[in-house]
């Protein structure tokens, strides 16, 4: 590409200049013009307000705008790219279908990962972390979690991709590597999802001894108390919820003063990722950071220095 900055004088109003950085570029053998728009801050990537954007800028610069993003996540990358919208990572991949360029790493494409991890992906990602696992494989993380080597297998290669994680070696022999533990937390800390699948009322006569203590029962051990309610959070499972005696479950309409414990089943076994009876950090993270309130954010943050992953 070549830039061309003469043309950048007068195309755009003074609104779209105090959001965007323009630089009109040329292909070689592409006789289409081109301009690189660069956010001057963070843009939420919103497909609908991205192709109103294109057509605002092509309608004052007669160009394709191509947008540059510092930041991308893999379905961001792969989002853009079904919807025919050109963008650029520096440093990571390049996609202009008019001309049908599509440069990137190889791996950045390979699998069109949702949102968030897959169940099985969060726990080994919480597992190497909390255990400062920094070189494993499949088959020794399938001796210590109960999923299944292909299962594990999987879960590594998302974290591959999602380039968390770094490996050695090919096939059978493939060797994963956790190189910066805090900066594997700070780049997938976003793909986590709240392990909270159901939530269950229970009186206080209920056996709680095999739970986990959970959400802000948990933080309490801070010191920090979020509301008057004196209720109980433990962590349980599907296992353990068809279990239990039915007749100490509460309906929460039914529930009139503090005398309770609130059950959270969980998507997985919080068992094989806590090493006493609250659950991991990781975990609690996940369950409580779009939580808008700053004591909370607080308490996260003074746990999470605790395990050295901030």
């Known amino acids: ?17 105090e959001r965007y950085v323009f630089h009109f570029v040329s292909i070689s053998g592409d006789s289409k013009s081109y301009v690189l728009v660069k956010p001057l801050q963070k843009l939420e990537i919103n497909i609908t307000n991205l192709k109103k954007q294109q057509k605002q800028i092509m309608g004052h610069s007669n160009s394709i705008p191509v947008f540059v993003f510092e930041d991308l996540r893999l379905s961001q990358r792969n989002s853009l790219i079904r919807n025919q919208i050109p963008f650029v990572q520096p440093n990571n991949q390049i996609f202009i279908p008019s001309v049908l360029l599509n440069l990137s790493q190889k791996e950045i494409v390979s ?28 088959p020794r993380l399938a001796k210590e979690i109960p999923y299944s080597t292909i299962t594990i297998s999987r879960a590594l290669a998302e974290l591959e991709n999602r380039n968390l994680i770094q490996t050695e070696g090919n096939n059978t022999r493939k060797i994963y590597k956790v190189e910066n533990k805090k900066e594997c ?42 509301n008057e309610s004196r209720g109980l959070y433990y962590a349980t499972t599907a296992a353990q919820m068809k279990a239990i005696d039915k007749t100490n479950l509460l309906n929460k309409y039914d ?40 004591r909370i954010q607080i308490a996260l943050d003074e746990l999470l220095k605790e395990e050295d992953l901030i």
């Open 1 to 17: 590409m070549k830039t061309e900055y003469n043309k950048f004088y007068n195309a755009f109003p003074i609104y779209m200049t």
């Open 111 to 138: 699998k069109d990962y949702a949102e968030y991890f897959s169940v099985a992906t969060q726990v080994v990602y919480i597992y190497l972390l909390l255990n400062n696992v920094y070189e494993t494989n499949a």
């Open 185 to 226: 937390f700070a780049k997938g800390k976003d793909y986590l999802f709240n392990p909270v699948d159901r939530v269950y009322y229970a009186n206080l006569n209920l056996d709680h001894q095999q739970m986990f203590i959970s959400n802000e029962t948990a933080l309490a051990r801070l010191g920090l108390t979020l």
């Open 255 to 294: 529930i009139e003063d503090d005398a309770y414990i609130t059950l959270e089943q969980f998507k997985y076994n919080p068992q094989f990722l806590s090493r006493n009876q609250y659950i991991d950090i990781i975990s609690l993270y996940a369950q409580m950071k779009n939580i808008d309130d700053e």
